[in-house]
């Protein structure tokens, strides 16, 4: 089915070798010499989904080099034939969308419509950033606010890309968010080596099919494969990068910070957010927000509801209902479309497994779940858990909910911020006052009122504070990163004195 489904995109033959997947570097599909590659299994029943590249530092070097090269070139396109190209890209996006959601969904056990969904999602984003690339604008600004300063001084900024932008994504959104920094890199004028997951690497190797096919010229556009232990500090810190952005785990986002010393970063890292309840929250709007919120893909997005803190006149009445919509989740096959799929991996099973006998253990109440088959763990939620427990601070990534009943905003506020991540919050309450009151409060990117934390709709800014990221993403504020300001100063002779003089005998 794999292959078959792959044989749907034309030309897809010459990235591959059978199901070995070769990286890409000015235009061309390459193996590496290093005759290594690296095994891509399906998380739900571990079949081979195929395998990529592990690639040398040699050859980093020679695609870091490639992009570099190639900027010119790119630079000196018109923002309306970069906006054309991104629009193109965006149409074989969704002609190929089922082909590539299909090996997504095989490759990280992604459900199929939801796989499927992100790369619509992501077609949908090169649109927006085509508009809103073609929406940049400079300034130009008087001398005269400044004492000794007149109209003669003025400055006149515009915005330039930054050169080589290295694109790193993540296993649970390869597709989406290694082409939410694409898409704005390119627009930009600047080049890109993309860097896949490791687990997760295939889908993400078609933006080299689109974007070629979609008028981006060779070496503009390259991609890189490989283990992030043998590679990922080479690439990171090459001279010749000029901005790293990168989605992954706050460890390794906090390495790439330590090393990479000048180079300006985006960081879209781990999360734990926090809901909190008040007692006069719409509980059915709330519990449909939370199950959605938690467990879609299994908990394994950042942004994903990673505690509850119900006030206690509702908190039995929403736990009620919680509990009874999560026993409703779907269980099993991805390509069923389950809503409960498998974990990423085994070990991550053991990680969210050793989060629940820890609680239990502290003396939780287990209300559902703390069941596994495989690398499937069922939704579990466990009430009455107190700061004491490790649920209550570390970031699962996997299917577990803790609820830590709270007696106050002032109390809610506290164990939220207490938390190393500030990614997100949400706040429950049909008093939108004391709302926004509680939302100033937050140290977190965002707060969601009366919703699921999640990073969508894609033009939004996006960001974390503390553990969970560094700088601003959503469309605009992604484009504004990979630029810097040039400016031009011009100080020009005194106003009327050259009108004066300019006489004809
Ligand atoms: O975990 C990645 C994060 O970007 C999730 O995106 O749209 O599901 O909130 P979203």
Redo the contacts with the bound molecule.
């Keep these: 089915m794999i292959i078959e489904e792959i044989n749907k995109i034309p030309n897809s033959f010459i990235m591959k070798d059978d199901l070995d997947f070769k990286y890409y570097v000015s235009g061309t599909w390459k193996k590496s010499s290093s005759g290594k590659t690296i095994g891509i299994r399906n998380p739900y029943n571990n079949e081979i989904v195929g395998t990529v590249q592990a690639c040398t530092t040699e050859e980093v070097n020679q695609v870091i080099n490639v992009a570099k090269e190639n900027l010119e070139c790119w630079e000196e396109k018109t923002q309306r034939e970069r906006a054309d190209i991104l629009r193109k890209a965006a149409a074989l996006m969704r002609e190929w969308a089922n082909p590539i959601g299909y090996i997504m969904m095989k490759e990280i056990g992604k459900p199929l419509k939801s796989a499927i969904s992100e790369i619509t999602?992501t077609a949908e984003l090169f649109e927006a950033t085509a508009e809103a690339g073609l929406q940049q604008e400079g300034e130009a600004i008087y001398g005269d606010t400044f004492k000794g300063f007149g109209k003669n001084k003025m400055s006149m900024t515009y915005r330039v890309p930054l050169g080589v932008i290295l694109c790193i994504g993540?296993f649970?959104?390869p597709f989406?968010?290694t082409g939410?920094k694409i898409a704005p890199a390119l627009m930009a004028g600047n080049t890109v080596v993309v860097k896949p997951p490791s687990q997760g690497a295939i889908s993400p190797l078609f933006f080299g099919l689109i974007l070629e096919k979609a008028g981006v010229p060779p070496g503009v556009f390259n991609i890189i494969t490989g283990k992030g232990s043998e590679i990922g500090d080479y690439l990171v810190q090459h001279p010749m990068v000029n901005m790293v952005s990168f989605?992954g785990s706050s460890e390794t986002g906090k390495h790439i910070a330590k090393i990479v010393e000048m180079k300006p970063l985006l960081l879209?890292l781990g999360?734990k957010d926090a809901a909190i309840i008040l007692n006069d929250a719409n509980l059915e709007i709330t519990a449909e927000a939370i199950v959605s919120g938690a467990f879609?893909?299994s908990g394994?997005?950042?942004?994903?509801v990673k505690r509850v803190l119900p006030m206690p006149e509702i908190a039995d009445k929403l736990i009620e209902l919680v509990k009874k919509k999560t026993m409703n989740l779907s269980i099993g096959d991805p390509e069923k479309n389950a809503t409960i799929g498998p974990l990423i991996s085994s070990k991550q099973c053991d990680y969210v497994q050793g989060l629940i006998d820890d609680a239990l253990e502290k003396g939780c109440t287990l209300l559902c779940g703390n069941k596994r088959e495989g690398n499937i763990m069922w939704p579990t939620l466990l009430d009455n858990v107190t700061t004491e427990m490790r649920i209550a601070w570390e970031e699962p990534f996997g299917p577990v909910l803790p609820f830590i009943r709270v007696h106050s905003a002032e109390e809610a506020i506290k164990i939220s911020n207490k938390s190393e991540y500030g990614l997100q919050g949400m706040i429950f309450t049909q008093n939108i006052d004391l709302a926004f009151n509680i939302a100033q409060e937050l140290e977190v990117g965002t707060v969601q009122i009366n919703g699921k934390?999640?990073?969508?709709p894609?033009h939004f800014p996006?960001l974390g504070t503390k553990s969970s990221g560094l700088g601003t993403q959503g469309i605009k504020y992604s484009i504004e990163a990979m630029t810097r300001p040039r400016v031009i100063v011009m100080n020009l002779s005194e106003k009327g004195k050259l009108v004066k003089e300019c006489k004809y005998d």
Excluded at 300 to 304: D, P
Excluded at 453 to 456: I, L, M, T, Y
Aim: charged share 25%; net charge neutral; with cysteine.
């Design positions: 999602r993540p649970n959104y989406n968010l939410s989605t879209e999360g879609s893909y394994q997005r950042c942004t994903a934390s999640e990073r969508g894609d996006f």
